[in-house]
Every structure is written in structure tokens, then in C-alpha cells.
């Protein structure tokens, strides 16, 4: 933590940054975005297992680009997402200072996207294994039980649109939903279009999704959205061999194809 | 009762499968009529969307045809949309929504009978399983 603060401060005394988007302590016990401008709040910065949100959601907004050049302090998840907005044009090399602290109080800073590539490269991504669990549990029932299952977690969706909020991939300044000409998804929140909403959700990010978690996580009803994100991670592994987040370029595995993808399934 | 008749829609693109299926009635072969043709620029331009449209508006099941591979007016456009079906496929299945109704082929614009037989073994393939009930009864409360 001293590390980070250390550096928080220098970066921002010399005028590198504007800002250095990080986790400060939040209401109770937890955890929270801040936003350092000034050297002396430096101190402010903290970092521990409470600070999980992907803070890389912030590259993208409006009024933290303003802000002037940020400073991020990433997690493993934060680190793809980089990679992946990069990937996308969203950020570009030397636009932003990225800052990896450790457990143990240790602290990297990566130069270049390279860097981060090879960093990724050598990390594992442990899965919760009780999320692991239910994607096993929901895999091995049947069509019908799966359905069911479905039906009972996206009939108590609000369509708050929390998880989409939360997503750092989801920065579209106009999204689908907020279309009606036509109508894609329906206003209100009833089975249909809930169930079209997550759909639609899921397919979005389809290759871009760098499983955050951070939709689950937003989720006010509690829905598993992370089944249908990794369902989906998986699908691209074993048939396209891609994976978002591993490059800063153009690797989407929507947007390319190859000449000899699969197509057992067509006519 | 009457007997159950599959109501089954197509997406079909402009350049292979719509001329293709123009090619079936213009060398007069008689197909099942339980199906209803949509025209597309290209497969690349069928939303996955129209797919949950088509069974929420009472399809019991879908159709997708375009071009074969490397014959796409617009070079590629079959290629994304395969890739795309790969994906779809595996999470429509995941969330148990029946995979097997929807029947993907590709039919060029010289095969009028290929066309003719994709229809009459999706209409058989969608009678046995009958009408999609699992859509239908979705609570769509407050519908637009
Ligand atoms: S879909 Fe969820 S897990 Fe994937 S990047 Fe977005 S917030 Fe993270
Ligand atoms: S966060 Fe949960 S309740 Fe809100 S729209 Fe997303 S899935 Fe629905």
C-alpha cells in the first residue's frame, strides 16, 4: 500500500497524471472507487481483498476522461480489460499510467500494453469453485431442467440494468436497449423480455466479455450472470482458440472468423 | 383434433437462398407451405434477436440459409455469420431453449430441390416435436 500511495503521489506531484483512479474506503466496511487529483490525498488510496470492481470501467466515462490522463490501479480483471479497450480503440498506449499492486505490498507499473501481455501471459485466472459448482450443477441437467432454471432466475430480473452499468465492455454511449425504432427490448420487466434482455446482454459480449464478474456482483436479484458470460468464454476457447483480454488488438472473436470454423450443425 | 401444422420461418439472404427458393417453384417442386421466407441482404445481417422475435411471435421453428462458404455476394458475411450461430447455438441450448428447431443450411441459387428437401425435413423435424409451447407460455405481461 505504501508503494502505491508513494507512486499515487509522485506521478501526481509531477504532473503525469490528472488523476489516479483507485479504492478508498467506502461506507461500513467497504470498499470504493476514488478519484485522487490532489498529491496529499494520496494517502487516501488503500488496497486489499475488499477492493474488487473492476475500476477499468472508468477509462470510458465521459466525465472521468475529462478529468485529464488517469492513473489506474488494476486488478488481474482490470489488466484484460485494458487490454481488450485497447483492443477495441478505446485507450490508447501511453494515455494512461497502469499500476498492478501485489497482496504483499509490492507494486508494478506497466509501460507499455506489451508488458501487460506478458504479465497475462504467465497468470493464472482461478474460478470461484462454487461458481464452478453451478455451472457443473445447471450443465448437467437436462434441456427441460435448464429451462426451468432460467425461466425461475430471469423472472426476477427488474431490468434495472445494473449488470450492464457495471460492465466495463459495455460502453456504448447508446445502447440497444434505449432503442425503439424498433423496440428491441421490450420496456417493461416481464419473463420475455427479460429473457431476450439477457440474451442480448450475453451475446454483446460475446468474445469481449473478461470475466470481471462485476455484472453478478452488480446484480440487485442475485442472477448468475456469469453462467452465461463463461458459457460463452468457453465456446470461443474450444472452437475460435481466442480469449479477450490476452491482446491489445484487434482479436474479437465476433469480427474474425476462419475459413474452416466448424459447421457440423448446418445444412 | 386437427393435426398439429409446424409454423416455421426462414431467414433467408437475398443473393443464394431466396433465389434458390425462387429456382424451387419456378421448376414447379411442390414443398411444404408451412413455411414463411424472409428476405435478408446477406446472413451476416440476421440479428440474433430475430431468432428470440420469431419464436416469442409463435414460430415452432426457424430456418437460416444463405450462401455456401466463398460464395457470399459480400465476401464474408457467411463466415461471421457462422461464427455467430456457433455461439447462439451453445447458449440457446444452455439455457434450454430447443436448438433443434432452428435449422441452419446453406442453399446456393442453383439448388431449387436442396431448398424444396430443407424445408420438408424441418417441417417433419418440428411436427414430431410439436408446437413450441415452452415460448408461448412465457409471461409477457405488459407486451409492446
Ligand atoms: S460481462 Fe460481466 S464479467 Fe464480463 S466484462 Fe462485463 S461486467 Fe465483467
Ligand atoms: S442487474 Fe440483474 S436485475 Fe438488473 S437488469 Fe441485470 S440481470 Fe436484471
Known amino acids: 500500500m505504501d508503494e502505491l500511495r508513494k507512486k499515487a503521489r509522485a506521478l501526481l506531484e509531477a504532473g503525469e497524471v490528472r488523476v489516479v483512479i483507485g479504492y478508498g474506503g467506502g461506507t461500513g466496511d467497504r470498499a470504493r472507487a476514488i478519484f485522487v487529483r490532489e498529491p496529499e490525498r494520496a494517502d487516501e488510496l488503500i488496497f486489499d481483498g475488499r477492493c474488487r470492481q473492476n475500476l477499468a470501467i472508468y477509462l470510458t466515462r465521459r466525465e472521468v476522461k475529462e478529468l485529464g490522463k488517469p492513473a489506474i490501479v488494476a486488478t488481474l480483471p482490470a489488466l484484460k ?134 455484472c453478478s456482483r452488480a446484480c440487485p436479484v442475485g442472477i448468475p450472470l456469469y453462467l452465461l458470460n463463461r458459457v460463452l468464454i468457453g465456446d470461443i476457447e474450444s472452437n475460435f482458440h481466442q480469449r479477450a483480454g490476452m491482446k491489445a488488438e484487434v482479436d474479437y472473436a465476433l469480427s474474425t472468423f476462419h475459413p474452416d470454423d466448424r459447421e457440423n450443425f448446418i445444412r | 383434433m386437427p393435426e398439429f401444422e409446424p409454423r416455421i420461418v426462414a431467414f433467408v439472404c437475398n443473393w443464394c437462398t431466396y433465389a434458390g427458393a425462387d429456382l424451387t417453384g419456378t421448376s414447379r417442386i411442390k414443398y411444404s407451405p408451412n413455411v414463411e421466407v424472409i428476405r435478408f441482404p446477406c446472413t451476416g445481417r440476421i440479428d440474433f434477436m430475430l431468432l428470440l422475435k420469431a419464436f416469442a411471435e409463435g414460430a415452432d421453428g426457424i430456418i437460416i440459409s444463405g450462401c455456401h462458404p466463398n460464395d457470399c455476394h459480400y465476401t464474408s458475411g457467411n463466415f461471421h455469420a457462422r461464427r455467430r450461430w456457433i455461439l447462439f447455438r451453445g447458449l440457446l441450448d444452455f439455457m434450454g431453449i430447443d436448438v433443434e428447431r432452428v435449422q441452419f443450411s446453406w442453399v446456393s441459387a442453383a439448388e431449387g430441390a436442396k431448398w424444396a428437401d430443407v424445408v420438408n425435413t424441418t417441417v417433419e423435424a418440428v411436427r414430431k416435436l410439436g408446437p413450441y409451447e415452452n415460448f408461448r407460455k412465457i409471461d409477457r405481461a405488459g407486451a409492446v
Open chain 1, 81 to 214: 480489460t485494458v487490454l481488450q479497450l485497447a483492443g477495441e480503440f478505446q485507450i490508447a498506449e501511453g494515455g494512461l499510467v497502469v499500476l498492478a499492486p501485489g497482496a504483499d505490498g509490492s507494486l508494478i507499473e506497466f509501460k507499455t500494453f506489451a508488458d501487460i501481455e506478458k504479465y497475462l501471459a504467465g497468470a493464472a485466472s482461478p474460478i470461484d469453485p462454487a461458481e464452478q459448482a453451478e455451472m457443473d450443477r445447471v450443465r448437467a441437467m437436462s434441456p427441460d431442467e435448464r429451462w426451468k432454471y432460467w425461466l425461475g432466475q430471469i423472472s426476477r430480473c427488474i431490468k434495472c440494468y445494473a449488470c450492464r452499468q457495471a460492465c466495463p465492455m459495455c460502453y456504448c454511449p447508446r445502447c440497444t436497449v434505449e432503442c425503439n425504432q424498433p423496440q428491441w427490448i421490450p420496456v417493461p420487466s416481464h419473463e420475455l423480455g427479460n429473457l431476450e434482455w439477457n440474451v442480448m446482454r450475453a451475446m454483446h459480449l460475446a468474445g469481449r466479455c473478461v470475466d470481471c464478474g462485476d
